[in-house]
């Protein structure tokens, strides 16, 4: 039953993530360039960057969400003892705590810049 819930949220994610994508490249588009419309352009791009980033993080989450069912359907099935699926499904979800925040990262600008600041800086 949960498997329902999990890929309504990731689905309803993803497409309020396209929709701000297609709202701020629109909004940017339409903002005049003036001093009084600078601080709002900028947050508009912020929210863009962020969409941009989040979006294939999400969608990398799905996938391995969908990836961590097959040990449960394995021993369903028989052929894989509880706890070995136990141990894959648990694996699955770690890595996909480490694998979404590193996309995250590398999809969004400041942070990949923060990131490398802080590792490859003295």
Request: charged fraction near 15%.
């Amino acid at each position: 039953e949960t498997i329902f819930v999990l890929y309504g949220v990731e689905g309803i994610t993803i497409i309020i993530s396209a929709g701000i994508i297609l709202y701020c490249r629109w909004k940017v588009k339409n903002l005049p360039y003036n001093e009084d419309r600078l601080s709002a352009k900028y947050q508009v791009r912020e929210v863009l960057n962020f969409s941009l980033a989040i979006l294939p993080s999400v969608i990398l989450s799905s996938i391995l969400h969908t990836v961590s069912l097959v040990p449960a359907y394995l021993w369903h099935k028989g052929y894989i003892d509880y706890y070995i699926s136990c141990v894959f499904y648990f694996s699955v979800h770690s890595l996909n705590c480490v694998v979404t925040k590193i996309t995250l990262i590398l999809f969004h600008p400041a942070m990949r810049i923060k990131l490398r600041s802080m590792l490859f800086t003295r």
